[in-house]
């Protein structure tokens, strides 16, 4: 079982920057895809950004520009979201995500938070 545990998470205010991680455990050495889901309150969760095979990006138009997600590794299991120009509406808990081998796996949440 694979488990995911994000930090950098936290209050900011809107123009500022953050930078999540998600660090993966278990044995899996390289996921088909790793992203980042967000959902704020009173809303469903959405896709932000996904990385597929360490090389394909895919970004939530209403984050293109700001955000970036990007891994460090060659193992592939450590996945980083760059949040830049934040804005109000980008307060949410995010969440992790990778999938692999058909089975797909969520961290726990960080709460991001925007002030105006």
């Known amino acids: 079982q694979v488990q995911l545990v994000e930090s950098g998470g936290g209050l900011v205010q809107a123009g500022g920057s953050l930078r999540l991680s998600c660090a993966a455990s278990?044995?899996?050495?390289?996921?088909?895809?790793m992203g980042w889901y967000r959902q704020a309150p009173g809303k469903q969760r959405e896709l932000v950004a996904s990385?597929?095979?360490?090389?394909?990006?895919?970004y939530a138009e209403s984050v293109k520009g700001r955000f970036t997600i990007s891994t460090n590794n060659a193992a592939g299991n450590t996945v980083y979201l760059q949040m830049n120009s934040l804005k109000p509406e980008d307060t949410a808990v995010y969440y992790c995500?990778?999938?692999?081998?058909?089975?797909?796996?969520w961290g726990k949440g960080i709460l991001v938070t925007v002030s105006s």
């Open positions: 990385l597929t095979s360490g090389t394909t990006t895919n």
């Open positions: 278990g044995t899996i050495f390289r996921f088909n895809t």
């Open positions: 995500n990778a999938k692999y081998g058909g089975n797909t796996s």
